[in-house]
């Protein structure tokens, strides 16, 4: 079992930026690949971005492309999504998640076995 914990959410200006952490505890975290989904009102978890277990190869929607970086740092068994330039339309829940296969990247919400709760990302126009 995997136990993620998301962080960093808030209320941001349009322009702005933020650093979401997820924190994982339980299992060793460094084994599995790492991804961040949201999910706006009314609309369905969509995915973000994803990372190998070692750091080397990431995958981006293309919504977020040039403007999301995710990362981790495995002896700290957290990932981070750093968001730069927010828009309006960034705003939602976003989600990290754990895939068991550690060397996959997938977009599907379904390949992902754990899932945090969630932090809230509110951008102002």
């Known amino acids: 079992q995997v136990q993620l914990v998301e962080s960093g959410g808030g209320l941001v200006q349009a322009g702005g930026s933020l650093r979401l952490s997820c924190a994982a505890s339980?299992?060793?975290?460094?084994?599995?690949?790492g991804g961040w989904f949201r999910q706006a009102p009314g609309k369905e978890r969509e995915f973000v971005a994803a990372i190998t277990r070692t750091g080397g190869s990431t995958y981006y929607a293309d919504s977020v492309k040039g403007r999301f970086t995710i990362s981790r740092d495995n002896a700290k068994n957290t990932v981070y999504l750093q968001i730069n330039s927010l828009k309006p339309e960034d705003t939602a829940v976003y989600y990290c998640?754990?895939?068991?296969?550690?060397?996959?990247?997938?977009?599907?919400?379904?390949?992902?076995?754990?899932w945090g709760q969630g932090t809230q990302v509110t951008v102002s126009s």
């Open positions: 998640a754990a895939d068991e296969t550690g060397w996959l990247l997938r977009s599907g919400a379904g390949n992902y076995e754990y």
């Open positions: 339980g299992r060793t975290f460094s084994s599995y690949t």
